[in-house]
């Protein structure tokens, strides 16, 4: 092989390898934005379970308290 045939393969090899360090960051940036929106998301419905759960726990409450007035009623 000549030196200008290694040199040009060398300068090939040089660039493939550019191009799939450039196509594995675009991956890895891809894979961290994919991971905080999952994240970001989850908090979300985390926020909105703690909310429907203090909605249910008021309406229990709101009928238990129902309950005991009917209760000390029938009892009078």
Do not use: C, F, Y
Request: net charge negative.
């Amino acid at each position: 092989m000549t030196a200008d045939r290694i040199a040009t393969a060398l300068a090939r090899i040089e660039t493939a390898i550019a191009r799939i360090d450039a196509a594995s960051s675009d991956i890895a940036r891809e894979a961290t934005a994919n991971a905080e929106s999952k994240a970001a998301g989850s908090s979300a419905r985390v926020i909105e379970l703690v909310n429907v759960h203090e909605r249910l726990r008021e309406q229990v409450a709101e009928s238990l308290r129902e309950l005991d007035d009917i209760l000390a009623k029938l009892e009078d």
